[in-house]
């Protein structure tokens, strides 16, 4: 009971400052799409967004994992300082051959007039890379109100800094405050470039926050520690990117696959569309916070397959809920979110996103058995493939059918992870799941989407009544669960 309540506890720090740091950056969404041209700028801020993705499940090679692993696994050994040097040299070496030849790398990926955008986003990833370990430091002791703080600071900052640069500067000079030197510094037609400008802005000042977690670190170099490490660590890296071409290669294939005049505003249309289904990817990300540390620390426990399979149901009660309010009410979001009409048409294959997202969360939940198990390798290959059918379903079908291909690729990929780690942790780790309450919960909130979405009569009150009915019966099957939740919100607000 302790145990859950303190996972609770501790969840709800990392989910609500998570969520709410997620939260205000999502707000920047609806900003870009208003004050940026159109969907091909947005579409080229994506783009690059999603380079950044990429090179940094490489830079940082599954360390933060392996960082869990082996600080309970090794504790008189330098594992935090380790893994930092480690980075530490890979940042040095990444900032120093892209800042020589970014204008190369811009062509290389047909991106020459836009090669300024690529330096800022170097710099971003070797600062980010640098933070990865204190941040995971602050998770492994346990100090998830530091935290939370230091990711709202960042967020907070880069909201200050993109304001600055969209409205500051514009009425700066608009009321001839400073005119001469704003207008020295400020292009109006460089505005996606303040976008990462901000963005960089806002990691320095994270890594500065971070200055007493890397003091605290023992800076030496364990080369045997740093070996078993890396063996550790090269699937979680593989699946990483794996990952990441499942979440992220859509974006580069509506960039490549699509006639050129059109590819920008197809990719800017998809990108802003997923930002209302990635409510429930925020959602994980802090589930996510909380979760790990424990799967480990609890491996040893003896009830530690039940705290498992309990902590998989309380996420899908958590993902089905939220799929079903956003993919009901996405009607009223997309204007106040999207802004422009050239965006709403995207709206379409939102809850087909929702619902692939949903899968990616139980997915992320049932790698515990090979984490646990130390059989790494086995997320390498799911998500391999996992990328080979987001890939191939991406690369046949974008061109016929546009941005609604890649939001079936990623529900097929991730059904099919989900379903390849269930199988194979049926032989190696079985975990008791409750599987009748979790499809329960599941196909309840696809069914009752379904149904509110064939009522056209009384559009709001059926939707609202479905998301009773939803709430009503988790509450009837779940009594226990609410009790330790409504516990931990007390013993915290001590």
């Not at 869990?68 to 380790?82: L, M, N, S, W, Y």
């Not at 546009?402 to 992870?417: E, H, N, P, R, V």
Request: glycine share 6%.
């Amino acid at each position: 009971m302790s145990s859950r309540k303190k996972f609770l506890g501790h969840t709800m720090i990392y989910g609500a400052s998570t969520v709410v740091s997620r939260l205000l950056n999502y707000f920047l969404t609806p900003f870009y799409l208003y004050f940026l041209k159109g969907a091909a700028d947005y579409g080229v801020m994506s783009y690059f967004f999603s380079i950044t993705a990429f090179v940094m499940v490489l830079l940082t090679f599954g360390m933060e994992t392996t960082f869990f692993r082996f600080i309970h696994k090794e504790k008189d050994k330098p594992v935090a300082g380790t893994a930092f040097i480690f980075h530490l040299i890979i940042s040095v070496l990444f900032l120093l051959i892209g800042s020589i030849w970014y204008p190369e790398m811009a062509s290389l990926l047909d991106r020459s007039d836009h090669n300024s955008y690529l330096l800022l986003v170097i710099l971003i990833l070797g600062v980010d890379t640098l933070s990865t370990i204190p941040f995971a430091l602050l998770r492994a002791e346990e100090r998830p109100m530091r935290y939370g703080l230091i990711k709202t600071v960042n967020v907070l900052s880069n909201i200050t800094f993109n304001l600055f640069f969209f409205l500051g500067c514009p009425w700066l000079i608009k009321h001839g405050i400073a005119d001469s030197f704003i207008s020295a510094i400020y292009d109006p037609e460089w505005l996606v470039g303040y976008a990462f400008l901000a963005g960089l802005f806002s990691s320095l000042i994270s890594l500065m926050m971070l200055f007493p977690q890397i003091l605290t670190m023992r800076f030496e170099f364990d080369v045997a520690l740093w070996k078993k490490m890396m063996l550790f660590a090269w699937p979680i890296a593989i699946g990483g990117l794996a990952y990441v071409t499942n979440e992220l290669s859509d974006r580069l294939f509506l960039s490549y696959l699509l006639p050129k005049e059109i590819a920008d505003a197809q990719l800017g249309i998809y990108a802003a569309v997923y930002k209302l289904a990635i409510l429930m990817n925020i959602i994980i990300q802090g589930y996510r916070f909380g979760a790990e540390p424990f799967f480990f620390k609890m491996a040893d426990q003896k009830d530690a397959k039940k705290q498992y399979a309990w902590m998989m149901k309380v996420l899908v009660i958590v993902l089905s809920f939220t799929f079903l309010i956003i993919a009901q009410f996405v009607d009223l979001l997309k204007k106040p979110f999207l802004q422009k009409e050239e965006y709403f048409a995207g709206t379409e294959v939102v809850p087909i996103l929702l619902l692939a997202i949903l899968f990616s969360g139980i997915y992320y939940n049932l790698s515990v058995w090979y984490k646990v198990t130390d059989r790494t390798k086995f997320g390498a290959y799911f998500s391999i493939i996992g990328a080979l059918v987001t890939v191939g379903i991406n690369w046949y079908y974008i061109p016929v059918y546009g941005y609604i291909a890649s939001a079936w690729a990623t529900l097929a990929c991730y059904f099919i992870m989900l379903v390849m780690s269930y199988l194979f942790s049926r032989k190696f780790y079985i975990i008791p799941y409750d599987y009748k309450r979790i499809l329960t919960y599941i196909f309840g909130a696809i069914g009752l989407y379904l149904f509110s979405t064939l009522v056209q009569d009384q559009y709001f009150m059926v939707r609202i009544t479905s998301v009773l009915v939803f709430i009503g019966l988790t509450y009837f099957l779940e009594k226990e669960t609410f009790h330790h939740f409504i516990t931990a919100i007390c013993k915290r607000s001590k």
